[in-house]
């Protein structure tokens, strides 16, 4: 006759272990020091003693080589520079970034977005638009639709026959053209533009293939303003930085190899600035002009604070811990 499941008698007291208890083994306390009496309490010792022993054991490999000892740095060579980031302040900062982008990220419920016939921004592929969008110019510059390489160059050849033409017509008196230069300059010095700023509407609207791409173009405008550091043309203030610091956080945390490779590329961007920055070299400097405080904020130059911020974002979000090792090793010949 078969048992019911019910009548197997279990312990509550005893610990599952492989197979099944055929011993009896005594009840006693867990503080039991005496001699045992009979088999009972023996094994009772035994499987006390088994409990206390480590559930893995390692035996000494015998083909082990000693731990090689780090150099001990000598009293004649130099620290790091005085310039960069001490080590808490990068343990902070990539914390900090975790903490944002994380925060950043969270679904929002209830989010909408204005519905409406006008561009809000350029298409991703056109860079010097983006360019022009950032600066704050309207949107009849960096709206216009994208066209095909044949129409730039059919447009392209009719300024060409257009620019030859005048240079045909006989010169204009000195006068005349004195005048009208001057009415250019002055039309061109009244007009201004306010940068534009990354709002939460605007960055909720660019995914992460857009933000990519942004940054790449960030990381070939830095590159232009250190080539040429006394042309107005790529000039970078920090409203750029503020672009670069939210565009980070449109990006997920995990990212294909090539992805990552164009993000440790800014980062190298941005370190070529801050040396360049640090070193004291000539850059482009904007009018003194402009007094009010919003113009200053957004015309001050992008310098070693912003550079530093970015890189520890890059190596706080995505675990890029060896750039730290190539900002010491750019400075490394600094003193």
């Known amino acids: 006759m078969k048992r019911k499941f019910d009548n197997i008698e279990d312990s509550d007291s005893e610990e599952p272990s492989f197979g099944k208890q055929i011993l009896p083994v005594a009840d006693l306390p867990d503080d039991f020091d005496g001699e045992p009496m009979d088999g009972m309490q023996y094994l009772f010792t035994v499987r006390r003693g088994a409990k206390a022993l480590p559930q893995f054991t390692r035996v000494a490999?015998?083909?082990?080589s000693a731990a090689e000892s780090l150099p001990i740095r000598s009293s004649t060579q130099q620290g790091p520079h005085p310039a960069l980031p001490s080590?808490?302040?990068?343990e902070l900062s990539e914390t900090r970034w975790k903490n944002y982008h994380k925060n950043f990220n969270q679904p929002t419920i209830g989010t909408s977005f204005p519905v409406s016939g006008r561009k809000l921004m350029p298409d991703e592929g056109e860079r010097d638009l983006w360019w022009a969008f950032l600066s704050g110019k309207p949107e009849s510059i960096w709206g216009q639709p994208r066209q095909s390489k044949k129409k730039k160059a059919k447009r392209q050849r009719r300024h060409d026959e257009f620019a030859e033409g005048t240079m045909r017509t006989p010169a204009?008196?000195?006068d005349i053209g004195l005048s009208v230069a001057m009415e250019v300059s002055a039309d061109h010095a009244v007009e201004t533009f306010t940068r534009r700023e990354p709002t939460p509407q605007l960055l909720k609207l660019i995914d992460e293939r857009t933000a990519l791409r942004l940054l790449m173009y960030f990381t070939f405008w830095i590159h232009r303003h250190l080539r040429e550091p006394d042309s107005p043309?790529?000039?970078?203030t920090e409203t750029h930085a503020?672009?670069?610091f939210s565009l980070l956080l449109c990006i997920g945390?995990?990212?294909?190899?090539?992805d990552m490779n164009l993000l440790r590329n800014l980062a190298r961007a941005c370190l070529a600035l801050v040396k360049v920055t640090i070193l004291g070299l000539p850059s482009f400097a904007p009018s003194k002009a402009e007094t009010s405080i919003e113009q200053a904020r957004q015309t001050r130059a992008m310098g070693q604070q912003a550079g530093w911020i970015i890189i520890a974002g890059i190596?706080?979000?995505?675990g890029q811990r060896d750039l730290w090792m190539d900002v010491e090793d750019a400075f490394a010949s600094l003193g």
Do not use: T
């Open 242 to 244: 503020r672009w670069i």
């Open 233 to 236: 043309s790529y000039q970078l």
């Open 172 to 174: 204009p008196p000195d």
């Open 315 to 318: 190596v706080g979000i995505w």
């Open 61 to 64: 490999n015998p083909f082990e």
């Open 253 to 258: 945390d995990y990212i294909s190899a090539d």
């Open 87 to 90: 080590a808490e302040w990068r």
